[in-house]
């Protein structure tokens, strides 16, 4: 389905009118995007942990298999 060229100009004044309002309060908008990049940030560095704690409590089930437990071993100490 192709759109009619009155369609793109009706987005193109929507996606206008959304940066000429946006773009009104800058300093409110720096603000927003600041806090929104800490938050992202502390969010990655959380999972991170959780991840990473998350893959030694696993690798520490395995320390008691004989074949793969000195290889496991070896990878948690690295971790730690």
């Known amino acids: 389905m192709?759109?009619?060229v009155?369609?793109?100009e009706?987005?193109?004044r929507?996606?206008?009118d959304i940066f000429v309002s946006g773009s009104g309060n800058?300093?409110?908008m720096l603000w927003y995007n600041f806090l929104k990049g800490i938050a992202y940030g502390l969010g990655i560095f959380i999972a991170g942990t959780i991840i990473v704690g998350l893959v030694i409590w696993i690798l520490s089930l395995f320390n008691?298999?004989?074949i793969v437990g000195p290889f496991?071993?070896?990878i948690?100490?690295?971790l730690k």
Do not use: D, I, L
Request: cysteine-free; charged content about 35%; glycine content about 4%.
């Open 2 to 4: 192709t759109k009619s």
């Open 6 to 8: 009155k369609e793109y």
């Open 10 to 12: 009706r987005m193109g």
């Open 14 to 16: 929507m996606v206008e």
């Open 26 to 28: 800058m300093k409110r």
């Open 64 to 66: 008691q298999v004989p």
């Open 72 to 74: 496991v071993e070896h």
């Open 76 to 78: 948690s100490h690295s």
